[in-house]
């Protein structure tokens, strides 16, 4: 099991550009979370894709928007990309059973660097 | 506001000596609280959480409602354990939100 997968590792883009990123959660898993750090930062909560529905929504701007697909993997969307969106870019999957949360598998990462 | 606090930026200690990594909470409700940890040049990884109550690695990590803290302690560190930790807190409802604090660096010197 490869565990979650996300793509492209590295990304440099310019600002006012819009960039994806993707991931593919762990087996098994059906709940797919995105999260940006900046750095020497913890993880910041962007939303959270279920059922190809966002369930929950963090403190970030529309320009942040994301997708979910059958297969269960999902995309990070960032458009009108500013200088401080340079981040690490983390999905994390989770299985959602009996509406229990029984913890995340995080990704890598994407480093996202906007100049 | 729900936040959490983890005040040191860097732990340094040597091999054999006894660790604490400090972590601070706020939520009104009752939360729950986990420790992450990321190791050089691997995902960030879960290493406990409170409501397991089990030891990992030698670690453990007690809540205390009162104090709203959720240290995460070992009585002998060893080399290996140098990484970067993270303390996380969930709210209550179904959610799968994580809170994450700023992190600690644990370094343990031979």
């Known amino acids: 099991d490869a565990g979650v997968t996300q793509s492209p590792t590295h990304l440099i883009k310019t600002r006012g550009q819009q960039v994806t990123l993707r991931c593919s959660p762990k087996s098994g898993h059906d709940t797919v979370s995105w999260y940006q750090q900046a750095l020497g930062q913890g993880p910041q909560f962007i939303f959270q894709y279920y059922e190809e529905e966002e369930r929950q929504r963090g403190n970030f701007p529309d320009r942040f928007s994301g997708h979910q697909f059958p297969n269960y993997s999902s995309e990070l969307n960032v458009n009108a990309l500013l200088l401080g969106d340079s981040a690490l870019y983390l999905c994390?999957?989770?299985?959602?059973?009996?509406?229990?949360?029984?913890?995340?598998?995080f990704g890598s990462g994407t480093r996202l660097t906007v100049v | 506001a729900q936040r959490v606090t983890q005040p040191e930026k860097l732990l340094s200690v040597f091999k054999g000596a006894p660790v604490e990594l400090k972590c601070n909470y706020s939520y009104s409700g009752s939360p729950e609280l986990f420790w992450y940890v990321q190791y050089s040049r691997q995902r960030l990884q879960l290493l406990l959480r409170?409501?397991s109550r089990e030891s990992i690695k030698g670690f453990t990590a007690d809540l205390n409602k009162g104090e709203t803290s959720f240290h995460l302690k070992k009585p002998f560190a060893q080399e290996e354990d140098s990484a970067m930790y993270y303390c996380?807190?969930?709210?209550?409802?179904?959610?799968?939100?994580?809170?994450f604090g700023q992190g600690t660096t644990l370094q343990v010197k031979p």
């Open positions: 409170h409501i």
């Open positions: 994390a999957s989770s299985q959602l059973r009996d509406s229990r949360f029984y913890g995340y598998t």
């Open positions: 996380a807190l969930r709210g209550s409802g179904n959610t799968g939100k994580l809170i």
